[in-house]
């Protein structure tokens, strides 16, 4: 399989449109080496596909899909290659690229859990809205449940894991949590046997999360922060990484030491990197760090053959 990544950012984007921190400063004024980034989206389709599942529709899904042609092949007058849309979470980050996608003939197959689904019936009712346009053909997914397939895409195998995260600020259990609001996603090829763990928020890893994370070929985990105080100490938020759903990749327990216990062999990726994250600056010593442990940045049109 084919993993593409389209956006590697975390919400906002980098540089963040309304954000003069050193990276989003520098790396419109030339000053700090980073490379710009769109918001978190990854495309996986099979070696011989055309194709693909969409895992998050992000709000710049229509810069991504120009940025990537193979997205909109022409095998008809109107064309896509986004077999279904496959949602981790209810975040505005991952959902409200959707409505971009109202153009389609037929109704949009999307595949959520039930907690997800609910937010986007009433949190943020983008089920709601896009009934007037293609309207949507809503998948239900349980955490911890069977592997799943998308028709259209045959041989590309997904088990969705259950995370203790943070449903999005908008949801009524936002404070108070319900299973499904946010999950990992193990996405197989059939034929290959291998597979990448997904989790672009992962605030907990549990015995069962770190077991999928150590059986998979890769890993494309959580880089949003780099410490767990970074909103807090730059004045830009009054929350931790913690309180938002996210692990931080630094400090004692950090991402960095659970990748570090992984196989060897393991391919350990971050994504959904948040704006203000040292590691987004190519000559910094964080980003040092993650090369001497082997761990690769994600960035916009990487691809991954697994
Ligand atoms: C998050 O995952 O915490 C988001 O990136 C927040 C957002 O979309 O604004
Ligand atoms: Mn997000
Ligand atoms: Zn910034």
New binding site residues.
């Given amino acids: 399989m084919r993993i593409t990544i389209l956006g590697s950012a975390?919400?906002?984007g980098f540089p963040q449109w309304n954000c003069n921190c050193r990276n989003c400063a520098g790396v419109r004024g030339g000053t700090v080496r980073a490379k710009p980034r769109t918001?978190?989206s990854i495309f996986v389709r099979a070696d011989a596909g055309v194709d693909g599942i969409l895992f998050n529709a992000s709000p710049d899904i229509l810069e991504q899909i120009r940025a990537r042609p193979a997205l909109q092949p022409g095998r008809k007058v109107r064309d896509t290659a986004i077999a279904g849309v496959v949602l981790v979470?209810g975040?505005?980050?991952?959902a409200t690229g959707l409505l971009m996608l109202r153009e389609r003939g037929s109704p949009l197959p999307i595949w959520c859990t039930e907690a997800v689904a609910a937010d986007l019936r009433q949190g943020l009712p983008l089920f709601e809205v896009l009934r007037h346009y293609c309207g949507v053909e809503s998948h239900g997914v349980s955490p911890d449940g069977p592997g799943f397939e998308l028709p259209g895409v045959p041989g590309i195998v997904l088990r969705a894991l259950a995370l203790a995260g943070?449903a999005?600020p908008y949801s009524p259990h936002r404070q108070q949590g319900t299973p499904g609001d946010n999950i990992a996603v193990v996405i197989a090829d059939r034929q290959r046997g291998t597979s990448a763990f997904y989790a672009?928020?992962l605030m907990e890893i549990s015995p069962p999360v770190f077991d999928a994370m150590c059986t998979a070929d890769a890993v494309l985990v959580d880089g949003?922060f780099w410490t767990d105080d970074e909103m807090i100490r730059l004045g830009l938020s009054r929350h931790r990484a913690r309180d938002?759903?996210?692990l931080a990749l630094s400090g004692n327990g950090g991402m960095l030491d659970w990748l570090a216990r992984l196989p060897s062999p393991t391919r350990r990726f971050l994504i959904?990197v948040?704006n203000t994250n040292p590691i987004l600056d190519e000559d910094s010593p964080e980003r040092a760090a993650l090369a001497a442990a082997g761990v690769t940045v994600c960035e916009d049109g990487m691809e991954i053959v697994l």
Wanted: glycine share 20%; no cysteine.
């Fill in positions: 975390a919400g906002g918001q978190s979470d975040q505005v980050d991952h943070k999005a672009p928020g949003t938002i759903g996210h959904h948040n």
